[in-house]
């Protein structure tokens, strides 16, 4: 496979972007303070019943803001993903990314129009 020069940049930026982070997982994540608080289920067992029964669903928010990995600045749809700093997966880094991370980390699918 060939790749352009579009994908040779988001593949490097990408790896830049996770390279401090041992393992990146997309989606809500119940140990988060900052995905708590985004979802503002603080409220004790309702949040945790809703989060078990799968209603909260990141279905992603409109931003302008860098991608937490690859650093894209197009508007797009940002998601909540995490990252862990050590290999004891203690300290987990809240990370709002664009959906082309998501499809890369998914499937490895590359972006057909990157900046
Ligand atoms: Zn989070
Ligand atoms: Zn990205």
Same mark, same amino acid.
């Given at each position: 496979?060939?790749?352009?020069?579009?994908?040779?940049?988001?593949?490097?930026?990408?790896?830049?972007?996770?390279?401090?982070?041992?393992?990146?997982?997309?989606?809500?994540?119940?140990?988060?303070?900052?995905?708590? *608080?985004?979802? =503002? !289920? &603080?409220?004790?067992?309702? +949040?945790?019943?809703?989060?078990?029964?799968?209603?909260?669903? $990141?279905?992603?928010?409109?931003?302008? *803001?860098?991608? =937490? !990995? &690859?650093?894209?600045?197009? +508007?797009?749809?940002?998601?909540?993903?995490?990252?862990?700093? $050590?290999?004891?997966?203690?300290?987990?880094?809240?990370?709002?990314? &664009?959906?082309?991370?998501?499809?890369?980390?998914?499937?490895?699918?590359?972006?057909?129009?990157?900046?």
């Amino acid at each position: 496979m060939e790749y352009s020069d579009s994908d040779k940049r988001f593949m490097a930026a990408f790896s830049n972007g996770i390279k401090d982070i041992h393992v990146v997982s997309d989606g809500f994540s119940w140990n988060c303070p900052e995905c708590l *608080n985004n979802y =503002d !289920i &603080c409220c004790g067992h309702k +949040g945790e019943h809703m989060y078990q029964n799968g209603e909260i669903v $990141d279905k992603g928010s409109f931003s302008h *803001n860098a991608c =937490d !990995i &690859c650093g894209s600045k197009l +508007g797009g749809n940002r998601f909540s993903a995490h990252g862990v700093l $050590d290999t004891d997966h203690k300290e987990i880094v809240h990370l709002e990314v &664009c959906v082309d991370c998501i499809m890369y980390m998914a499937n490895g699918d590359l972006p057909e129009v990157w900046e």
